[in-house]
């Protein structure tokens, strides 16, 4: 079946980003004298702002208010966007490949701010008319609302939709939302086998083609 659109997660995916959330998080509980608890880190790959707001106040124990945590965090990201964007290595080609042949959205968890501020960093704004943030719908990834209201945004059925993914929640949540998945596999927390054999794999955006989306 030829897709009827395409839909990239940003952070993991695009630019290589996650690691540095995690640094940000890190950072505030080391300021504020706390341990950093077990699991944390992977739960909260592919929350939006408000749930993993929350849980640097709940679970971590931050001394503040949720939005304070939330404000502090995405202050520390966007002075990183602004000074170093890591780009993922073919993800720039990637997009204007699919551009030219499909309708494109990002559904990402990162909040409104920095998916503009990093889509135009990239150069990217006229390839993607739709972008949608997990902070926008009622659940983050794992939840499928992110993507699908991307899909709804496109006037495209979700399931006939392909989708970018690289962590463990947000290819949980494309699946959720019955998508085709591609994952390029991150260096930092590498999804379990056993999920990734329920995508197509490539070792980078660089081995991307349109042969690759065919085969779906």
């Not at 990183?80 to 990402?108: F, I, N, W």
């Amino acid at each position: 079946m030829q897709p009827a659109a395409i839909i990239f997660d940003l952070d993991g995916t695009l630019i290589d980003t996650e690691a540095e959330w995690d640094e940000v998080r890190r950072g505030l509980a080391a300021d504020a004298g706390l341990p950093w608890p077990d699991g944390s880190t992977q739960a909260m790959m592919g929350m939006s702002t408000p749930e993993w707001a929350l849980h640097l106040v709940e679970v971590v124990g931050l001394p503040m208010t949720p939005e304070d945590a939330a404000r502090l965090t995405i202050e520390h990201m966007a002075r990183r966007h602004e000074t170093d964007l890591k780009v993922l290595p073919g993800a720039v080609a990637a997009v204007r490949l699919l551009a030219q042949e499909y309708p494109m959205a990002v559904a990402s968890s990162s909040p409104r701010l920095l998916i503009e501020s990093a889509v135009h960093a990239l150069g990217l704004d006229d390839a993607f008319p739709v972008r949608v943030s997990t902070e926008e719908v009622a659940a983050g990834k794992p939840a499928p609302d992110g993507f699908l209201r991307a899909a709804e945004l496109l006037g495209v059925d979700p399931t006939r939709c392909v989708a970018f993914e690289d962590s463990t929640n947000g290819i949980k949540s494309a699946l959720n939302a019955g998508m085709k998945v591609i994952v390029v596999p991150p260096h930092f927390h590498r999804p379990a086998d056993e999920l990734l054999a329920q995508t197509r794999v490539l070792d980078s955006l660089e081995d991307l083609t349109l042969d690759v989306i065919a085969e779906l």
